[in-house]
């Protein structure tokens, strides 16, 4: 400001005149307030004041004029505001600045403050004018127009999605955090660049580059990742950042110019997703077997090709009708409580049944039935796989009739050799006595009787062997404690044992003494006494012959392992080993152990036999635990 005219100043205090009228009322009238202070009195104190500095202070003329400005001061207004008007006033220089002050009444304001010197003829600061306006509505404005802006950038940078804003041409004008992050560059680096530079490694199988940034909607790949752009198009006005539809900003009345916002968005794990869906709806539909889907009870859900395809019934119309009710031949129907119950504890249902078409066609069918469980476990679906078996079936029976058709001719065979036999011996005994009636003394005649009988007795023992053969017919399985048992059949066998010197150990691991199987224990004492018996013939000639007996428990199965060191079988014996009249004993029937097998069987065990010519043998017998483990 230049330097003031025709000044006065009377008392040093009050009486402040500025000789132009005009200038007084302009000054007096202004709408902003406008103080002077004296900088020659003490503490520069104001010496005029207008009308709006007393109406936005809310002060009279008479308790303003003689103080100093800071009065309007309060715990609000900066410090270092303060500093730098002292500053500016100790240096005789203007200053431009907002500080918060504080009107009569106590409330605060923002005050837009502008400090001018006037300089006296010596050049020293002989005035100060102060111009004071109430900004308080447009600081608050911009503040909280400042924090929207902020909250909207954290906002735009927590997302995922890559945001660009460009210029139709392509140039960068912003960007959020993500594609900072993607591109691991600065957000300083990215601004100014062209995104066709920033993505110059993406590929789109159906595009060109730049046209990806043009287009509505596209895909591409960057890297190993699966993108998905959205592109929108938008009009900004420059100076105030709004976004208008018309060419012309309703709010600053200026053209507005063309952006572009880019949203990409990364699908990589929807893709795979989609993928893996695509390859498994594949294999559902191209598997050979019939997978259907349905609820817990049973009822429709899903079926692939190969069960509308084996069962005549189409996709919509099985649908919601229950599997069990139209799929399960009724003789199976009583199968259908065993399964659910199996399935509601999530366990899984395997066997066979026969199933019904819709034109009621019947299939053997092998299937296993189990849950399908939600994330927390709980049971909601059925996966039922069916594999039809009836081909199978037909050939295993055809197999079993010639099997059995060979075993029935082996069988009759044995018999006829068998009984065939000694029926010949007795014929020739009986024509050689008839022609030698009268010239034979009695006591060869005796002699060729007793050969007979021997004879007779012969077939009557085999005839007894084939009794047993169907006198285990009706066993009563019930758990057995096998470790007693054992002991009981071991006194049993000792004796003769001892006897013959053969060496006997019985050995049985700690967790088997309480083990119990399901058993016959008359159909298991045949069994063990065949077995011994043939161990017994085995060790024949051995030097020191031994008999082993072992308890063992083998997942849910007992077994009892009976082990000889005597001549063991060759391959081809042990092929032979269980049809019925196989011996390579002179005197045996060659019935003990298909009888033994046959035994084991109806107990639902097993029997399995090791051995190896001069080697020994190992017969084991395996049986279902009465108890799980
Ligand atoms: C002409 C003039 C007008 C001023 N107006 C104000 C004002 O409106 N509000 C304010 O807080 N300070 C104002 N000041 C500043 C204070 O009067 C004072 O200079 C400031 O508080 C720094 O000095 P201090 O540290 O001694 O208080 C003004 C100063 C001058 C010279």
């Known amino acids: 400001m230049s330097e003031v005219e025709n000044q006065e100043v009377n008392d040093g205090k009050r009486n402040f005149n500025i000789e132009s009228k005009v200038f007084s009322k302009a000054v007096d009238e202004c709408f902003a307030g406008v103080i002077i202070t004296d900088a020659r009195l003490e503490d520069n104190p104001i010496v005029y004041c207008n009308k709006a500095f007393c109406e936005m202070t809310g002060y009279n003329p008479e308790e303003i004029i003689g103080r100093n400005c800071r009065f309007l001061q309060g715990p609000e207004s900066s410090r270092d505001i303060i500093a730098s008007i002292r500053n500016a006033i100790e240096k005789a220089e203007p200053i431009e600045t907002k500080l918060v002050n ?5 409330q605060p304001f923002w005050n837009k403050l502008l400090v001018s010197p006037v300089f006296d003829r010596d050049g020293k600061p002989a005035y100060f004018i102060g111009i004071q ?76 580059l730049d046209k990806l940034f043009e287009v509505s909607k596209a895909e591409f790949t960057l890297g190993k990742n699966y993108y998905q752009i959205s592109n929108h198009c938008i009009s900004v006005c420059n100076p105030c950042g709004r976004q208008n539809q018309e060419n012309i900003c309703k709010n600053c009345g200026i053209k507005t110019e063309s952006r572009r916002v880019h949203v990409i968005r990364n699908i990589t794990e929807e893709k795979e997703l989609n993928l893996r869906l695509e390859w498994l709806e594949k294999a559902f539909e191209q598997a050979l077997d019939c997978v259907v889907i349905t609820d817990i009870n049973g009822f429709v859900e899903q079926v692939n090709k190969a069960f509308t395809e084996r069962t005549g019934w189409q996709s919509h119309e099985i649908r919601g009708v229950n599997l069990f009710e139209v799929h399960f031949d009724p003789r199976y129907s009583k199968l259908i409580p065993e399964i659910l119950s199996k399935v509601s504890k999530g366990e899984v249902w395997s066997g066979e049944y026969v199933s019904r078409g819709r034109n009621g066609n019947r299939h053997y069918e092998e299937a296993s039935i189990s849950s399908i469980k939600d994330k927390d476990g709980k049971i909601r679906k059925l996966l039922h796989i069916q594999r039809d078996v009836t081909e199978r079936k037909r050939l295993e029976a ?96 000792e004796k003769d044992f001892n006897r013959r010197g053969i060496q006997l150990s019985f050995q049985a691991e700690e967790r088997c003494k309480k083990m119990e199987i399901k058993a016959d224990p008359r159909g298991l004492y045949q069994v063990l006494l065949n077995i011994i018996s043939n161990a017994i013939d085995a060790l024949e000639g051995i030097e020191i012959p031994t008999v082993k007996i072992k308890l063992q428990r083998s997942g849910n199965k007992g077994v009892i392992s009976i082990i000889d060191n005597g001549c063991g079988m060759s391959e081809a014996e042990l092929k032979n080993v269980f049809k019925p009249f196989y011996t390579t004993k002179p005197y045996g029937t060659g019935l003990g152990l298909a009888i033994s097998k046959k035994i084991v069987a109806k107990m639902n065990g097993e029997i399995s036999i090791l051995s190896e010519k001069a080697n020994g043998t190992t017969v084991s017998l395996s049986f279902d635990l009465a108890q799980p483990y």
């Open 398 to 493: 055809i197999a079993a009739d010639v099997n059995l058709a060979e075993n029935i001719a082996y069988v009759f065979s044995g018999i006829r050799h068998e009984i065939g036999n000694p029926i010949n011996t007795i014929k020739t005994i009986l024509t050689v006595m008839r022609n030698n009636l009268h010239q034979w003394p009695k006591e060869k005649t005796a002699e060729y009787i007793e050969t007979c009988l021997g004879e007779v007795e012969r077939i009557e023992y085999l005839l007894k062997a084939l009794k047993t053969f169907s006198i285990y017919e009706d066993l009563e399985v019930k758990s057995l404690k096998l470790y007693p048992f054992m002991e009981d059949f071991l006194k049993f066998i």
């Open 102 to 106: 504080y009107r009569k009444n106590g």
């Open 133 to 208: 306006m109430d900004v308080t509505h447009e600081v608050e404005t911009s503040r909280r127009f400042e924090k929207i802006k902020n909250e909207w950038i954290y906002t735009v940078d927590a997302i995922d999605d890559l945001i660009l804003l460009t210029t139709t041409e392509g140039k960068i004008l912003r960007v959020n955090k993500a594609v900072a992050d993607l591109f691991g560059r600065n957000f300083k680096d990215i601004i100014g660049c062209s995104i066709l530079e920033l993505f110059d490694q993406a590929s789109c199988e159906e595009l060109e």
